[in-house]
């Protein structure tokens, strides 16, 4: 069955230097992948996906995904953090179904320290 | 553009009370979901719905029943909530098939407190 592995319950940067939120993931077919960003006490904010195509995916806010086949990996990065970036970001996978839905990670919070 | 709005946005109720949480979006999107937000499990889909009279039970679905009676609504019924109901539920839609490439767009969420 697919699933998303986020290994990191928190990753913590300074604002300036870059950032990295990793993921990884298992699925028997192409990978249907997305990264959504939760503020507190609101709902989750779609970022980026990455459906075929080139391996580096750009999507808001200055973000940006790099695909991995080889090692099933789909990480979030960005090369300039901002203290404003801090929040809880979830990578997921769409199901192998036909279903549309989403399987998540269980989350990354993302500490940005000025 | 109303989106997708969920109420109510914050519920306290008692164990064994019924509780409903209301879904409502404006996108005519085929495809509705609910999850459930809790520390150390992310989101975990309780139901979905590919269209009107069509739902499918998710990864937790016991204790949750569902309906979709209009395009635009999609109810979650608690019929006799329980403590470990306790949580905050999400809401999301998504495109019509052929019409995107999946991504969910979520509501605000409904805070549940079952005491």
């Known amino acids: 069955a697919q699933s998303v592995a986020q290994p990191e319950d928190q990753v913590n940067v300074a604002e300036g230097n870059p950032l990295t939120v990793k993921c990884t993931y298992s699925v028997s077919g192409n990978p249907y992948l997305f990264w959504y960003v939760q503020y507190p006490n609101r709902g989750l904010q779609f970022l980026l996906k990455?459906?075929?195509?080139?391996?580096l995916v750009k999507g808001s806010y200055g973000f940006e995904a790099e695909f991995n086949k080889s090692q099933t990996s789909f990480h979030l990065k960005k090369p300039s953090a901002l203290v404003s970036d801090s929040a809880l970001y979830f990578c997921a996978v769409r199901g192998e179904d036909s279903s549309y839905k989403l399987i998540f990670g269980s989350g990354t919070r993302l500490l940005v320290r000025p | 553009d109303a989106g997708i709005t969920q109420s109510p946005r914050y519920k306290i109720t008692e164990t064994g009370r019924q509780v409903t949480l209301m879904c409502h979006q404006t996108w005519s999107h085929s495809y509705m979901f609910w999850y459930r937000q809790d520390l150390g499990h992310g989101l975990r889909l309780i139901y979905y719905s590919a269209a009107a009279d069509i739902t499918d039970k998710g990864e937790v679905p016991d204790g949750y029943v569902v309906s979709r009676s209009k395009t635009e609504n999609f109810p979650l019924t608690l019929e006799s909530a329980t403590r470990s109901q306790t949580s905050v539920y999400f809401c999301?839609?998504?495109?019509?098939?052929?019409?995107?490439?999946?991504?969910?767009?979520f509501g605000e969420g409904s805070r549940l407190t079952v005491l």
């Open positions: 999301a839609s998504s495109f019509r098939p052929g019409g995107g490439t999946g991504e969910l767009f």
């Open positions: 990455y459906i075929t195509g080139d391996n």
